[in-house]
């Protein structure tokens, strides 16, 4: 099963600041990039978990005593740890991009480039698809998916042509929404806007945005103290959510401060963003838009 090159692979595991014998887990396996230089890392009474509730990588499950696949959303992170004897662990890894197989498979809908029915469900067995977004949403419903997820402008004039649209016949594939949104994609700036169009169908169908969020609430209880968590995100919605979270320990408004105007997060960052160098970018287009936060447990 060919996966790309994993992101700031040096960068995200160096974050992690391996200790030999420790206990740390990658929930966004994929091709296992990052988990093998993990393994590389630890010694013979490490251990590493990974999630990946895609089957594609199943495939990719490690020959190693110290490693354990587990197949599922990591939104369930604490309780499949508990469940395999981890109830706390040395550092946590995410690399929250869609993989760049999942890109390739074009009949798994999640690329521009290619005619496919609308899908894009990263868990197979999931009853939400893409389809079910265009043809079965309400008015109301796309336009939010579509400013949220999107950040379109055009999101309420895209929402009430798509409803028109399915009306005179079902949106069943991906050259079919093209065309319905035509009007919008100005041979400019076509690939941006079908690119954004794609991520907010792919973040509601997936749930990314309540999945990241309910992954890092669990963060505090999951890390030992001084335990590291190492996140890269690739679009702005995921980066303000994390960076918010290690700074306020929420995800709006701010913590409560004592008389003293101080106030207690769970979590300190370390060091600044780190983004891909010039060169990362040449080699593997996927992470230009990359940002890599590392965080501690205080």
């Known amino acids: ?10 960068e995200t595991v160096d974050g992690l600041n391996i200790k030999e014998d420790g206990v740390y887990v990658d929930v966004t396996f994929g091709g296992g990039g990052h988990s093998k230089e993990i393994l590389r890392r630890l010694g013979p009474n490490g251990k590493l ?28 992170v604490k309780r499949f740890l508990r469940f395999y004897g981890a109830k706390q662990v ?34 197979q067995k999931s009853q939400l698809s893409a389809y ?34 399915r ?6 594939t991906s050259n079919q929404l093209k065309a319905v949104l035509k009007k919008f994609l100005s041979p400019k700036h076509e690939n941006k806007i079908l690119a954004q169009i794609y991520q907010a169908i792919r973040i509601e169908v997936n749930q990314e945005i309540e999945v990241l969020k309910e992954f890092l609430l669990q963060m505090p209880e999951v890390l030992k103290p001084q ?14 959510l994390v960076k918010r979270f290690i700074r306020n320990g929420m995800f709006e408004g701010e913590p409560e401060r004592d008389v003293f105007g101080n106030f ?3 979590l300190k960052k370390v060091g600044g ?3 891909p160098s010039s060169e990362e970018i040449k080699n593997n287009n996927r992470a230009r838009s990359a940002k890599l936060r590392i965080a501690e447990k205080i």
């Open 273 to 275: 963003l780190i983004v």
């Open 49 to 76: 978990f990974a999630f990946d509730q895609d089957p594609d990588a199943l495939e990719n499950a490690l020959e190693d005593d110290r490693f354990q696949l587990i197949h599922e959303n990591f939104r369930y």
């Open 227 to 240: 335990g590291r968590l190492s996140l890269i995100s690739y679009h702005s919605l995921e980066d303000r």
């Open 167 to 172: 009306e005179q016949e079902v949106v069943k």
């Open 1 to 10: 099963m060919e996966y790309h090159n994993p992101v700031l692979l040096k």
């Open 132 to 165: 079910h977004v265009i043809n079965e949403y309400d008015e109301e419903q796309l336009k939010q998916v579509l400013l949220q997820y999107g950040e379109l402008r055009a999101a309420p004039a895209m929402a009430r042509l798509i409803v028109e649209s």
């Open 90 to 123: 040395d550092g946590v890894l995410a690399d929250f991009g869609v993989s760049s197989h999942q890109f390739d498979v074009a009949e798994r809908g999640f690329s521009t480039r290619f005619e496919a029915e609308l899908d894009m469900r990263m868990n």
């Open 264 to 266: 207690e997060v769970p």
